[in-house]
Structures are given as C-alpha cells and as structure tokens.
C-alpha cells in the first residue's frame, strides 16, 4: 500500500514569493491533516479535512495561508507571500480509523525562505 | 490545557544498552497515546499506540511502551539499542473520545548512539 506523498520534498523561495505545497493522501482515508513543524519542535496542526470539508482551521494563518482539498482526495496548501518565518517543514498526514484516530504521515516539504 | 512534555530534549545511548525515553501528558479525560520516530529529512514512522486494554503495548523495531494512568505518562522503552535507531522521538496524545481530531505532540527526544 503507497504512504501518502508530498512534493517538492524540498522548497527555496525569496520572502513575498507564493508557494504551494501538495498532499496525496493514503486511498480511502477520508480525513486529512496538515501539520507545521519547525526546528526542533513536534509538529503542529495547520488544517483538518473530513473528506473535502475543513473541519478545523482554526490555527491556520489565514491573511497569508489557504488550503484545498477538492474532491475529498488530494490537497494543496499555499502561502501568498511567504515570508522569513515560514521556513520550516509542512506534514501532511492522513487517517481513516474514526475510532483511534491513527495518523499516517509523508516524508513531508521542508520549505527554506531567503 | 492538553499537553505533551518530554523531559530530555537529547539521550544519547551505548548500542546494545537498554534505553527509555519519557513522556508526561496533561489531558482531562482517557488519551489515546502515540509514540513516533523521525529520522532526518523523513516523515514520522508511527512505532506504537495505545488505545485501551493492556497497559503494556509492543510497537515496531522492538519498542514497548507502558501506559501508566497514576503518573500521566507513556514511557518509551527498548531492551538493546542499535546504531539504526539514532532519530527523533515524539510523544503524541490525541482525545480518546473525540476521533478524527488533532494530534498534540511533544517537543521530542533526540536519540545518538555510541558504539
């Protein structure tokens, strides 16, 4: 069975510039998550999708961050603009046991801002 | 609030010693308790979960953890360590009674392995 994916694996842009990053989920997992992990710390939660529904957006920096995920499949989260403190690593896991919650995550895109 | 504390931000451990790596969390009702591992430049490789039942929980690459109620922690443990096993380790503590919600992680424990 194929993990979920993300690319690119690795993004450098200029502060202002626009990026976006892009999630494959595991097939058949309904819910979706994007985490924000910076330098040495756990990740944390951006955005939660229930199939194609945010169900939880509540951390997400919303003047400058926004996320799809249409078709309740892939997903895409964008910056416009990006800026120096974005620098960091975006997760994407996914999870389809609505019991336990298990989440699965991809090798996730570290993004460098110059 | 909810969270996850890991004490010690790097362990680093002889290969072919035992190693623990601790975790205390704050949570108002029954957690569902995760352990995770990242090597550099990875993703978080799932090592174990407990969920209910059994205290004492095995996971992947010979892990165990013990869910201890009275002490609010999720001890991570291994018999013999080896080099392959040098990464970062995360607790995480997602609502037992809410699924499909966030997961709250630790900060995490570096793991060195000397030889």
């Known amino acids: 069975e194929a993990g979920v994916v993300q690319s690119p694996r690795y993004k450098i842009i200029e502060k202002k510039q626009p990026v976006a990053f892009w999630c494959n989920p595991i097939?058949?997992?309904?819910?979706l998550y994007w985490y924000l992990q910076n330098l040495g710390q756990g990740p944390e939660l951006l955005i939660r999708?229930?199939?194609?529904?945010?169900?939880?957006d509540s951390q997400l920096p919303k003047d400058r961050f926004s996320a799809e995920r249409l078709k309740g499949v892939d997903s895409t989260l964008k910056i416009q603009p990006a800026e120096l403190g974005d620098s960091a690593v975006y997760l994407c896991?996914?999870?389809?046991?609505?019991?336990?919650?298990?989440?699965?995550f991809g090798p996730g895109t570290r993004l460098t801002v110059l | 609030a909810q969270s996850v504390t890991q004490p010690d931000i790097h362990i680093t451990v002889s290969e072919g010693a035992s190693l623990e790596l601790r975790c205390n969390y704050s949570?108002?009702?029954?957690?569902?308790l995760f352990w995770y591992v990242q090597s550099p430049g990875q993703g978080l490789q799932l090592l174990l979960k407990?969920?209910?039942?059994?205290?004492l929980v095995q996971g992947i690459k010979g892990f165990e953890a013990e869910f201890k109620r009275s002490q609010s922690s999720f001890n991570l443990r291994k018999p013999s360590v080896h080099w392959s096993d040098a990464a970062e380790y995360f607790c995480?503590?997602?609502?037992?009674?809410?699924?499909?919600?966030?997961?709250?992680f630790g900060k995490g424990t570096t793991l060195s392995v000397s030889s």
């Open positions: 097939s058949g997992h309904n819910t």
């Open positions: 407990y969920f209910s039942g059994d205290t």
């Open positions: 995480a503590v997602g609502p037992g009674n809410q699924a499909g919600t966030a997961l709250i």
């Open positions: 999708y229930e199939n194609e529904e945010a169900v939880d």
């Open positions: 949570y108002g009702a029954t957690p569902y």
């Open positions: 896991a996914s999870s389809s046991d609505r019991e336990t919650d298990t989440q699965y």
